[in-house]
């Protein structure tokens, strides 16, 4: 008889079983929230792709007895690691990771309440592995054949297919979600726990491999460049302004630079932002560059509160959270200063939750902290206003001084706003994204203007200093053409497209009375020395990239994390060196063109500083730092 013909359905068999418990698992026990029905058809057809695909091995395997042992113990170590990211879930409300294993304290934590998060019902989790192996014992191992050629092929092929079938579903779902990196739900919603795992393995280990060859000697040829090329200890005429003063950094989701002080239909888009720049307490920078890449509002945080510029590829936050940083909230501590977030999102949304923590942010008043219900919620969290307002009384039950960022997200793609909370009619364009970009926005600004009105109303005003920033551009390449149209120009060159990386920034120090519009150029990476010298703190033993926005001696040059650059004189962008202010090409590189352009003494510099950057993640380098507070 046909022994071939026993075995494959056994491990099919197994397969099914196995992967409707992991479907259920995902389904019911964790809290995954399925937004549409992709999703819904992804998550479950993984359990079953993934089973088939592992307890499939099999096929290769000669020897019967090893081939059933092999069934029965994927299945067991299968059901074991499903259980452990189930204990841990219920702890943590997130899934396991490499460095999470090796963090102590959450296992310490775990150990204590480890009998509270086992519940009676979970051993029928193991009666899938029960079932198996009995199964496994039945069969009379005599009648197990090896499997021929074409078997193995057929199978690797159909192995193959499926797999490739999982992944180009989940690429649909969510584009770039293994380079981007995203969320620990998002990646396990697309491809499972288990392809999460190799995933998360394989990124660690590429990371732990490069921190390994990196040693103290790195730094100082670093701290060597900065002192050279970036820092400058003069004070400037604001350092120490906002002494013993809160911090309120807002940041605002997807406010791109071109529609303040614009209008769509005869209106302002942004009538409170257009008007803040007039007040005497205000810093405008007009000339203000988001310097973010694949991760997103998560690099412009980690910009902001570094000064490092994020990775080119991924998310910063998600590969090297366990890094040693020297972030503003270590520093402000020092000073007495406590750093609060407010973003009512998961808090493992860009790994928040493990970043924050190396960057010695003391709380984060996440999606747990707010009433969000289906009237108010909108996209990955609150409507900014009730997001607004559901803050203000936690704000005022801080110990002052604190420095809080509160993230906004009502203007994030695809810019979606109930009818009831719009003011501006959307703009008419190919483009529903660019369309709907400026009734959000005009949305947010609204919510701004209203913080204002409550921060007042709560005494909290007049002792702060209130930081407004874009995050990253709202608009992409691909609505050019109708960028293109409403900005009245015939088409969107590589130079405009790199002036649309423009930005808001507006300091804002009540009081003041003699606030201006700053015109030179300046980015994300300013912002930490910019803050610490207002609130009066020396930053003379700090490593970091940024330049003083209130000093008038800066390096000169803004980077992108492309390699494109702003210059005081200059844009280099798509190998093109433009003028900055005119934006004539001056120069174009490449071959059998001119080597040498007034761009290429900056485009050596910005190389090299985005090298050291990369050098101090990758390599972990502060590590090796003793950081002196004053
Ligand atoms: C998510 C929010 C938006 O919590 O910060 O992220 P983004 O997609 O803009 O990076
Ligand atoms: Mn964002």
Redesign the pocket.
């Known amino acids: 008889m046909d022994t071939r013909r026993r075995n494959l359905p056994l491990f099919l068999l197994a397969s099914f079983i196995f992967g409707l418990k992991t479907y259920i698992v995902y389904r019911f026990l964790f809290q995954i929230e399925i937004d549409n029905a992709l999703q819904e058809f992804i998550i479950f057809i993984n359990p079953f792709i993934a089973s088939i695909i592992f307890l499939g091995l099999s096929i290769w395997i000669e020897r019967p007895e090893r081939r059933l042992a092999f069934i029965k113990y994927s299945a067991l170590i299968g059901t074991l690691i499903i259980y452990f990211n189930l204990l841990f879930y219920r702890s943590f409300t997130d899934f396991l990771t490499i460095p999470q294993l090796f963090q102590t304290s959450n296992f310490l934590d775990l150990s204590t309440s480890i009998i509270t998060l086992i519940k009676i019902y979970d051993i029928l989790l193991f009666l899938d592995v029960f079932i198996i192996w009995f199964l496994c014992k039945k069969v009379d191992v005599n009648d197990i054949k090896a499997n021929s050629r074409r078997t193995k092929s057929f199978a690797l092929v159909i192995f193959l297919l499926l797999l490739t079938g999982n992944f180009l579903l989940a690429e649909v779902e969510r584009p770039q979600l293994l380079s981007r990196g995203f969320d620990r739900e998002y990646l396990v919603k697309n491809i499972g726990i288990f392809y999460f795992h190799i995933y998360d393995v394989f990124v660690q280990s590429k990371m732990r491999s490069q921190r390994v060859l990196a040693d103290d000697n790195d730094v100082l040829t670093i701290s060597k460049y900065i002192n050279d090329e970036v820092r400058n200890d003069k004070k400037s005429e604001l350092f120490g302004v906002g002494k013993g003063r809160n911090v309120i950094f807002i940041s605002a989701?997807?406010v791109q630079s071109f529609v303040i002080n614009n209008q769509l239909h005869g209106e302002d888009i942004t009538p409170f932002l257009n008007s803040l720049i007039n007040h005497e307490d205000t810093f405008y920078f007009e000339n203000f560059y988001h310097q973010t890449s694949q991760g997103?509002?998560?690099d412009s945080e980690f910009l902001t509160e570094n000064s490092l510029y994020p990775l080119s590829g991924g998310a910063v936050f998600f590969t090297h959270a366990q890094n040693d940083y020297h972030a503003m909230p270590e520093i402000l501590k020092s000073e007495n200063y406590e750093s609060i977030v407010f973003?009512a999102?998961t808090n493992t949304?860009?790994n928040r939750n493990q970043m924050y923590e190396s960057f010695h942010i003391e709380q984060f008043y996440d999606k747990d902290f707010y009433d969000v219900t289906e009237v108010n919620e909108i996209g990955?969290g609150l409507k900014d206003k009730e997001f607004f307002t559901q803050t203000i009384p936690y704000l005022r039950e801080l110990n002052q001084p604190f420095y809080a960022k509160l993230?906004t997200?009502t203007n994030?793609f695809p810019f979606e706003l109930d009818e009831g909370d719009r003011s501006l009619e959307p703009y008419d364009s190919n483009s529903i994204t660019l369309n709907n970009y400026f009734p959000t926005v005009r949305y947010t600004d609204e919510a701004i203007e209203q913080l204002f009105l409550q921060l007042k109303a709560s005494g909290l005003y007049d002792n702060s200093i209130i930081i407004i920033m874009g995050?990253h551009d709202g608009i992409s390449a691909n609505h050019n053409k109708a960028m293109a149209s409403y900005l009245g120009k015939e088409e969107i060159t590589p130079y405009d497209y790199l002036q649309l990386q423009r930005v808001p920034l507006y300091i804002h120090i009540p009081g003041y009375g003699k606030g201006e519009i700053m015109s030179k150029i300046a980015g994300q990476i300013d912002l930490k020395p910019t803050i610490l010298h207002l609130l009066g703190i020396d930053t003379s033993h700090d490593i970091y990239f940024g330049n003083d926005l209130f000093h008038d001696d800066r390096k000169g040059f803004i980077v992108q994390r492309n390699g494109n650059f702003i210059s005081d004189d200059y844009i280099y962008t798509n190998n093109t060196c433009y003028d900055r202010k005119t934006g004539d090409i001056i120069a174009v590189e490449g071959e059998g063109r001119e080597k040498e352009t007034p761009c290429s003494p900056i485009k050596e510099k910005v190389n090299q500083e985005l090298e050291y950057s990369d050098q101090i993640i990758y390599g972990d380098l502060f590590r090796f730092i003793q950081f002196e507070e004053n």
């Open positions: 989701e997807s997103k509002t998560s973003h999102n949304f860009w990955w993230i997200i994030h995050d």
